[in-house]
């Protein structure tokens, strides 16, 4: 009697588990393939501004691809995700009242379901979207309109439609003249007239390269519009 009643209590033991592994296990597995893919694969963005009109508009969703970047830099021309400058410009950091959340905090915060809680949101956490028009070791001059002269040669951009008012009343966008550091680009949005981008960021307008999350790769939404980005 004494050894049946050790095997009920083996048996209701293993039945708990396996119970407990049904349920949670193919959950947690998926959360783990979730969290990896989006972290070192590829993860869907949308578009919340009209800073990369008249290509990207408002509500865009893109897949943004991780891999590429890994094995090489990123080159001109190219639009990358990037961190927040609230997470890595130091003047803007210094003007924060809140400690910086860390990378692992941003992370929870951004997570679906969980980044829909407003009281959570840290623009630090934010990621962004531009164009990189210039990299390590390239002299850049933008003039007053957003137009770019790169290494003494006019660029010619066809997906530039909207550029900086011509009248100096209106026009809100100061000229660049710089030398990018190695290490880092400049980004600009398509939409000159309309994007905080690295001419504006208080602490030098440089986007370390160490700060691009991905590529924009590929837009998959709307259907109408679907297919790969220039």
Not at 34 to 42: C, K, L, P, T
Not at 78 to 99: C, G, H, M, W
Not at 206 to 219: D, N, S, T, V
Request: with cysteine.
């Amino acid at each position: 009697m004494q050894q049946n009643h050790s095997d009920s209590s083996k048996e209701t033991k293993n039945c708990w588990w396996y119970s407990f592994f049904d349920t949670w296990g193919p959950i947690s597995l998926t959360v783990l393939l979730y969290v990896g893919i989006r972290h070192f694969i590829a993860e869907a963005r949308y578009i919340p501004s009209g800073s990369m009109l008249p290509g990207l508009k408002v509500n865009d969703r893109l897949i943004v691809e991780k891999l590429s970047l890994r094995k090489r830099s990123p080159s001109r021309g190219e639009i990358v995700v990037f961190n927040s400058p609230y997470s890595f410009d130091k003047k803007l950091i210094a003007d924060r009242t809140k400690q910086l959340p860390s990378k692992f905090q941003c992370s929870l915060i951004t997570f679906p379901l969980i980044s829909w809680i407003p009281t959570l949101s840290d623009r630090a956490c934010d990621a962004y979207i531009k164009r990189i028009v210039a990299v390590g070791g390239d002299r850049l001059l933008i003039n007053g309109k957003g137009e770019i002269v790169l290494n003494g040669r006019s660029i010619n951009e066809p997906y530039v439609k909207y550029f900086c008012p011509s009248k100096p009343k209106f026009n809100l966008c100061s000229p660049v003249a710089t030398t990018v550091p190695k290490g880092h680009v400049f980004v600009l949005g398509d939409n000159r007239a309309n994007s905080w981008d690295s001419r504006f960021w208080p602490g030098g307008g440089f986007l370390p390269q160490k700060e691009i999350i991905g590529k924009a790769a590929w837009r998959f939404w709307p259907i109408s519009r679907f297919g790969k980005l220039d």
